[in-house]
């Protein structure tokens, strides 16, 4: 069986007027169907730039990243965008809601895209807002959410069309505590009842503990991958497995 | 998925209505333009070719007095210088094919207790062959009757209506200048002439009779004018030229001389009239045009300032799956939506400034389907060919940059 992320030396390089600053240095990594990942590091570490990588946002400046085994540089641009709508969900720190539309028609979104009438997309929606426990709330806008409930919108919108991988970057930094807890809860049954791929970057070592397997970048380079201990969890492992 | 794009672009005007609105202005005011210049145009066109259609072709009307407009000139019609026999004499001319003369007097007319202001003229039978105007109902009157300076009268429509209502005209009588006249016939209708006066507000009655009862002594034997049917156009110029030296003759001009008489080719005026028509209203159409193109402009400003108003959005939109062609097609939808909407305010406008203007001028000013379907292809022609490229500037975007802005 394929493995459904393979990243192989992957390098990004951002150019800016000081000069060339390279966010990701070689990182490889395997993840395999149905795992349940997360992904720590300090600020700055290139987590977000590993994360847009994997969601086919970005592209690498070397190396080679395959998807389900194909090489994701040889894909068309149309290609790409069916990948976004219905390969990958992607759930943002910054939520990244339409703020003009209801949260309905914000879940809905993806599915108008990959042309699902609209009886059918609208009925999804709704399924999917009760399943994140904001089905009471459909004709909200974004404006008139809460943080916690703006972040619920948008992972309902991120499983849309049924994604194999949910990525999510820092979901539960905007949180508190206990409903950090229920959207993380939430993924777990995910993974573990429709066998969804769920990769989460995260800071909180409470979350990271919850996963199967811990990924920790520094200095845009993978410098330790395996269970969530605790010196893996609290970072005391740098420079351990380097 | 269109219409759900539909709405979308729908509501996205909607959230910036103040500016959608102005956007359009462009697009309204061309829109209007064109549709006012083409109901105007329109009007007086069909306004001109039904005057001609009413003249009579091929004819030139002989009127009294001098053409030319000197400070001591009567102006045309006003001397008593035509006579009877001058039309005799012109219906023997080459390529004449019936030379009538009529003379006309305003009188107030009386039927029972009815009263109406009108105008009487006398000519002779060949009068409503020259003019191509036939008799609805009744009869015209014979040579005999012309001869004889019979009371009978030929009535034009509106006379018939003010005078008779609903009942029938025919076989009664109607008094002028204390002279009782029998109605023998009531015309065709005929509609507005080139001033926007009513041709069928006359009664006509034989040339001898007007003379004898109607008409002040001291013209007695004088003539207003006389219409001369011509055989072709061709012939126009030349029985003018023929009518111009045999009246001179008879009139006993000397070189020195004006003519104390003019000739009018109405053909030709007519000709004019309705090239120059049509002409100022494909300018005006032209002007309306390249406020059309201004508006088209306009359009293309503002969707390029939405596209970088939300980059954001768009990558967003992009980051969920939306296609290159999902995002141009967003983008063009709405510059579509803004030119078609402003289109149709701007028929409404034009419509409506059409019906003040009809009113104010006296005429009709149709707006036709044609036009109106010319307006909305041309404004959906506008919103594509000026919202493709902001389309395909949002749609070049990378979703990455696009989410980081
Ligand atoms: N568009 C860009 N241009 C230049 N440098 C960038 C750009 N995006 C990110 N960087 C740099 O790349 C590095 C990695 O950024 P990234 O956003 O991946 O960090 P992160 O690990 O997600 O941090 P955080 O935990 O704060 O979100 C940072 O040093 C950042 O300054
Ligand atoms: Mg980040």
């Known amino acids: ?242 | 998925m269109i219409v759900t794009m539909l709405a979308e672009a729908w509501s996205a005007l909607i959230a910036n209505r103040l500016r959608s609105v102005l956007t359009m202005l462009g697009m309204i005011i061309g829109v209007a333009a064109v549709i006012l210049m083409l109901a105007i145009g329109g009007g007086v066109q069909k306004q001109v070719s039904e005057s001609i259609a009413g003249l009579g072709s091929n004819l030139l009307i002989v009127t009294a007095g001098s053409g030319r407009s000197g400070p001591l000139s009567g102006g045309a019609g006003s001397g008593a210088t035509l006579r009877i026999d001058d039309a005799d004499r012109i219906a023997e001319i080459d390529n004449v094919v019936a030379a009538a003369p009529s003379t006309n007097v305003p009188a107030q007319v009386v039927a029972g207790p009815i009263n109406w202001a009108t105008q009487v003229t006398g000519s002779v039978p060949a009068y409503f062959l020259v003019n191509e105007w036939t008799v609805g109902d009744g009869r015209t009157f014979t040579e005999r009757e012309e001869r004889a300076g019979a009371r009978v009268a030929v009535l034009g429509q509106t006379v018939a209506d003010k005078l008779f209502g609903a009942s029938d005209p025919l076989g009664q009588t109607i008094r002028a200048k204390g002279v009782s006249l029998r109605v023998i016939g009531i015309m065709e209708k005929r509609g507005q002439g080139f001033g926007g006066q009513d041709r069928d507000d006359v009664i006509i009655v034989p040339l001898t009779t007007a003379l004898r009862l109607l008409q002040g002594n001291a013209f007695r034997r004088s003539i207003r004018s006389i219409s001369v049917s011509v055989a072709s156009a061709d012939a126009l110029d030349q029985v003018e030229r023929d009518i111009t030296y045999l009246l001179r003759r008879t009139h006993r001009l000397k070189a020195s001389d004006d003519d104390d008489f003019s000739v009018a080719n109405l053909t030709a005026i007519t000709d004019t009239l309705s090239t120059t028509t049509a002409a100022i209203s494909l300018l005006l159409a032209a002007i309306g045009s390249i406020s059309l193109v201004v508006g088209g402009i306009g359009i293309m400003n503002i969707m390029l300032v939405s596209v970088t108003e939300r980059t954001r959005e768009i990558g967003i939109r992009m980051a969920i799956g939306a296609s290159r062609a999902a995002v141009r097609l967003q983008f063009l939808l709405e510059a579509l939506m803004l030119s078609l909407l402003g289109c149709g305010i701007g028929v409404a406008v034009g419509t409506g400034l059409a019906m003040v203007a009809g009113k104010f001028i006296g005429f009709d000013t149709a707006v036709t389907l044609f036009a109106i379907s010319i307006a909305f292809a041309v404004s959906a022609s506008i919103g594509i060919f000026f919202g493709w490229w902001p389309a395909t500037r949002a749609a070049k975007l990378s979703p990455i940059e696009a989410l980081r802005s």
Do not use: W
């Open chain 1, 1 to 242: 069986m394929t493995a459904l992320l393979a990243l192989d030396n992957v390098i990004k390089d951002y150019q800016s007027e000081a000069g060339t600053f390279r966010a990701l240095d070689g990182v490889s990594l395997v993840v395999e169907k149905g795992e349940l990942v997360s992904i720590m590091g300090p600020s700055g570490s290139g987590k977000s730039t590993l994360m847009n990588i994997i969601g086919c946002l970005d592209t690498p400046t070397a190396g080679i990243y395959r998807f389900d085994g194909t090489d994701t540089a040889t894909l068309s641009e149309t290609a790409l965008a069916r990948l976004r709508n219905a390969g990958i969900g992607f759930v943002f720190q910054q939520f990244n809601l339409l703020p003009r539309l209801s949260a309905l028609a914000n879940v809905a979104l993806p599915m108008v895209y990959s042309g699902v009438a609209k009886r059918d997309r609208d009925m999804r929606a709704q399924t999917l807002l009760a399943s994140v426990g904001i089905g009471d709330k459909p004709k909200s806008r974004p404006s008139q959410l809460s943080g916690g409930q703006q972040q619920r919108v948008a992972v309902a919108r991120s499983l849309a069309n049924s994604p194999e991988l949910l990525l999510a970057d820092e979901p539960t930094g905007a949180l508190d505590t206990k409903t950090g807890i229920e959207v993380l809860a939430l993924f777990r049954s995910l993974n573990e009842q429709q066998g969804v791929t769920v990769v989460i970057v995260t800071h909180d070592p409470e979350v990271a503990r919850a996963t199967n397997r811990v990924v920790r970048i520094q200095d845009g380079r993978v410098f330790y991958d395996g269970p969530p201990t605790e010196a893996a969890l609290y970072g005391h492992a740098e420079g351990a497995t380097a």
